[in-house]
């Protein structure tokens, strides 16, 4: 059974950074994609990028491009997340997700990933 585990949450004012990493264990992803999603209070779960695991191509919501970078390491099996110039529009529980079968018209969508990690809590102060 995969298991995903997010790390690196915290507390920091607005403009600082963060580097949240996502690793999986209980299988491999030579195929599909891995990604980042986030909820904040009273909001519905949103995508916030996503890479794919063989070319490493990357997607992103608008609202965090120029400021986070999705990156992997497939020997470790992990993703990260690194947030530069964060505001506090990025307070949020930001949860990683992972399927091999999700195809590209629908890597936005939460309905497409198997595999879940429990979250990390990011808030950012003004």
């Known amino acids: 059974q995969v298991q995903l585990a997010e790390s690196g949450g915290g507390l920091v004012p607005a403009g600082e950074s963060l580097r949240l990493a996502c690793a999986a264990s209980?299988?491999?992803?030579?195929?599909?994609?891995m990604t980042w999603f986030r909820q904040a209070p009273g909001k519905e779960r949103e995508f916030v990028a996503a890479i794919w695991r063989n070319t490493g191509r990357t997607y992103y919501t608008d609202s965090v491009k120029g400021r986070f970078t999705v990156s992997k390491d497939n020997a470790e099996n992990t993703m990260y997340l690194q947030m530069n110039s964060l505001t506090p529009e990025d307070t949020a529980t930001y949860y990683c997700?992972?399927?091999?079968?999700?195809?590209?018209?629908?890597?936005?969508?939460?309905?497409?990933?198997?595999?879940w990690g429990q979250g990390t809590q990011v808030t950012v102060s003004s």
């Open positions: 209980g299988g491999s992803f030579r195929n599909g994609a």
């Open positions: 997700a992972a399927s091999t079968s999700v195809i590209l018209s629908s890597i936005r969508r939460a309905a497409s990933y198997a595999y």
